[in-house]
């Protein structure tokens, strides 16, 4: 079933496909479609109260993203989080997010480390347990300064091609290790302090050390292998 409090009527501003896209990839990465939940064309394009065309266009673009599963005959799934998801995503945020860094390093200045001062400053002043939305929200503040900053545009297009899948496994990630307020602020300093450096290979492997630790923690959930 389609949540009571889905947007009303889209704009017609931006193309259909593209408004719906970026409406069902907010309910998915939001929760409000739980993984493995049927996504039906018909309930969907009611509740947005748009055809059935660009409801179809945007679960295609949400499969190319990895959220959605498109099953012969069955329809539309929301994908389900895997080992392999968790593995492919992990790799190729690394090799990406080492890039990032190694670049933006030398090019962010007094105002793109003003910028991740005032993130680590919200994270710092968390003294009570935090909701994961928030600390995905704190956490992703963070990363989006990296890749504003490295001046690479195609390096930011494949981190926005990810983002969403990253969103869900930090999400999952939260949610069953509850304890950013332990490692939130501390790391992501670390990681500041880092790039800070000014030295593109310290940048490095200040990622390779900040991401790792998240991806040994989803490794320890109990997720399907495919």
């Given at each position: 079933?389609?949540?009571?409090?889905?947007?009303?009527?889209?704009?017609?501003?931006?193309?259909?496909?593209?408004?719906?896209?970026?409406?069902?990839?907010?309910?998915?990465?939001?929760?409000?479609?739980?993984?493995?939940?049927?996504?039906?064309?018909?309930?969907?394009?009611?509740?947005?109260?748009?055809?059935?065309?660009?409801?179809?266009?945007?679960?295609?673009?949400?499969?190319?993203?990895?959220?959605?599963?498109?099953?012969?005959?069955?329809?539309?799934?929301?994908?389900?989080?895997?080992?392999?998801?968790?593995?492919?995503?992990?790799?190729?945020?690394?090799?990406?997010?080492?890039?990032?860094?190694?670049?933006?390093?030398?090019?962010?200045?007094?105002?793109?480390?003003?910028?991740?001062?005032?993130?680590l400053e919200q994270m710092k002043s968390?003294?009570?347990?935090?909701?994961?939305?928030?600390?995905?929200?704190?956490?992703?503040?963070?990363?989006?300064?990296?890749?504003?900053?490295?001046?690479?545009?195609?390096?930011?297009?494949?981190?926005?091609?990810?983002?969403?899948?990253?969103?869900?496994?930090?999400?999952?990630?939260?949610?069953?290790?509850?304890?950013?307020?332990?490692?939130?602020?501390?790391?992501?300093?670390?990681?500041?302090?880092?790039?800070?450096?000014?030295?593109?290979?310290?940048?490095?492997?200040?990622?390779?050390?900040?991401?790792?630790?998240?991806?040994?923690?989803?490794?320890?959930?109990?997720?399907?292998?495919?």
């Amino acid at each position: 079933m389609i949540p009571d409090d889905v947007v009303s009527p889209l704009p017609s501003q931006r193309a259909l496909g593209d408004l719906v896209t970026d409406v069902l990839r907010e309910m998915i990465t939001g929760g409000k479609f739980q993984p493995g939940q049927h996504l039906k064309e018909a309930e969907l394009a009611d509740a947005l109260k748009v055809s059935r065309g660009p409801i179809r266009q945007a679960l295609a673009r949400l499969e190319e993203e990895g959220h959605v599963e498109l099953r012969r005959h069955r329809g539309a799934f929301v994908s389900t989080l895997t080992r392999r998801d968790v593995e492919e995503v992990h790799t190729l945020r690394g090799a990406i997010e080492r890039l990032a860094a190694s670049r933006a390093c030398t090019r962010m200045q007094d105002a793109g480390f003003a910028e991740m001062d005032d993130v680590l400053e919200q994270m710092k002043s968390v003294d009570t347990k935090i909701d994961p939305e928030d600390a995905v929200r704190l956490d992703l503040q963070f990363h989006d300064i990296i890749y504003r900053y490295c001046d690479h545009s195609r390096v930011q297009r494949v981190w926005e091609s990810i983002r969403g899948q990253v969103t869900v496994f930090l999400r999952a990630r939260n949610a069953s290790f509850p304890d950013f307020l332990e490692v939130g602020y501390s790391e992501h300093k670390e990681l500041r302090d880092a790039l800070a450096l000014g030295d593109p290979q310290a940048a490095q492997d200040g990622i390779d050390k900040h991401i790792l630790g998240a991806y040994e923690r989803l490794k320890r959930l109990n997720l399907p292998e495919r």
